[in-house]
């Protein structure tokens, strides 16, 4: 039998469904035992799957968390958890890889609104026991509709199926075309702040998040993510961001911390793109791309102070009294980043890159100026130099495309 470490609540509820599901479908040696953090017992209290992970607990589909069993344990999620067993048998029987979401959201147990996210685990889990038993490796089953309005409703309860998806731990794969994936991002970051212990009403010090940013390794010259945020209150979900940009930190400080602020999303080659395809009348408005695209006018100064300032998870919900207005995080997304470009011989292509080297190809593109070893060093970026050129090539075919610099206009 394998060990594993249970560090929070995200492998809580996997490992312990699994053990769940070995033992209900007779693979006993697809059962797992644990060590766990001596802190994971205050990661469950504060997680949004507490009482499936007491009832898994309290059924010896885990042990050693020791989480507090005063809130009940009923028999209402073994009867939710047993709803997945035909549907995961019928999926596999039929070796069938595509799951149309719309007809999903029709099936029990994916009726019960509350539940969508716990179900969506526990089919995995399902899902990858019994091809474990049948086929001896998994396969990938796709999520996929032509309703978008389904596939959105779907992933805005998907918090731990679709980050244990993002782990690795799940086998799935989600139709994304037109889905609100900073919503998905959002909700799985304020997650992870309520298991740590976040997103209370605990007032938290200065000394704490200068403390936190160290051990972050934020420091001075540090490219971030600074994002304005929304509300956010455990007994009324709401939006934690509102908006986000890249920042460089300048000075950190006892009053707080002083940042560049960058208004770049867009790269050159996409933004030459739309401006080619504006209708006439609006080009009229921007005699020169440079006009378009306001190439000089991206980076601005702000000083922030520590009340006003979360450090990544480290901040509290709006109905503290305290709710900090902005927040900083390293460079962290779920996702992969689309950029357009232009080759060297001018062709316009896609690229398709992690956040970090995807904010490197914008700040080159711009010619922003950062700390490119740090950078290097906090991100483990090994394309420096490729998205160099990349980024030289593409901004030379726009101004060839012109006839001109538009960059010193």
């Not at 070995?22 to 797992?32: P, Q």
């Not at 791309?289 to 102070?305: G, H, P």
């Not at 460079?331 to 904010?359: H, K, N, V």
Request: proline share 2%.
């Amino acid at each position: 039998m394998a060990t594993v470490h249970l560090s929070n609540p995200f492998e809580a509820l996997y490992y312990g469904l699994q053990n769940y599901y070995a033992t209900n479908l007779g693979s006993f040696s697809s059962r797992v035992s644990f060590t766990v953090s001596d802190d994971l017992a205050e990661m469950v209290a504060n997680s949004k799957m507490e009482k499936f992970i007491i009832f898994l607990e309290h059924n010896g589909m885990l042990y050693g968390i020791g989480a507090d069993t005063g809130v009940g344990v009923f028999e209402s999620k073994d009867k939710l958890l047993q709803r997945v067993i035909p549907l995961a048998k019928k999926i596999v029987r039929a070796k069938n890889k595509t799951i149309d979401v719309s007809e999903l959201l029709k099936t029990a147990p994916f009726t019960d609104m509350t539940a969508k996210d716990v179900c969506l685990v526990a089919l995995g889990v399902c899902i990858n026991v019994l091809t474990q038993i049948q086929f001896k490796s998994p396969f990938t089953v796709y999520f996929e509709t032509k309703t978008l309005e389904d596939m959105n409703l779907l992933m805005s309860y998907s918090i731990y199926s679709y980050y244990l998806t993002k782990l690795g731990y799940l086998n799935f794969s989600f139709q994304t075309d037109g889905v609100n994936l900073n919503e998905v991002n959002n909700n799985v970051f304020a997650e992870i702040s309520r298991v740590k212990g976040y997103l209370s009403t605990d007032l938290i010090s200065s000394y704490d998040k200068q403390k936190y940013m160290e051990d972050l390794n934020l420091v001075e010259g540090s490219v971030v993510f600074l994002y304005t945020r929304g509300g956010y209150s455990p007994m009324k979900f709401g939006k934690l961001v509102k908006s986000c940009k890249v920042a460089i930190i300048d000075k950190i400080s006892d009053k707080g911390v002083y940042l560049k602020t960058i208004t770049v999303s867009k790269t050159v080659a996409d933004l030459y793109m739309e401006y080619e395809d504006l209708p006439h009348k609006v080009k009229q408005l921007y005699p020169t791309f440079s006009d378009f695209i306001q190439f000089n006018d991206k980076v601005s100064e702000v000083m922030l102070t520590w009340d006003v300032l979360g450090i990544n998870y480290m901040m509290n919900n709006n109905n503290s009294g305290f709710m900090e207005q902005f927040f900083i995080t390293r460079l962290e997304s779920l996702y992969d980043a689309q950029l357009g470009y232009f080759t060297e011989e001018g062709s316009y292509r896609f690229l398709l890159l992690g956040i970090p080297d995807a904010t490197i190809y914008l700040l080159l593109e711009y010619g922003i100026e950062f700390n490119e070893d740090l950078y290097v060093e906090q991100y483990n970026s090994k394309n420096m130099e490729k998205l160099k050129e990349l980024a030289k090539d593409s901004v030379q075919s726009v101004i060839n495309r012109l006839g001109y610099d538009f960059r010193g206009i």
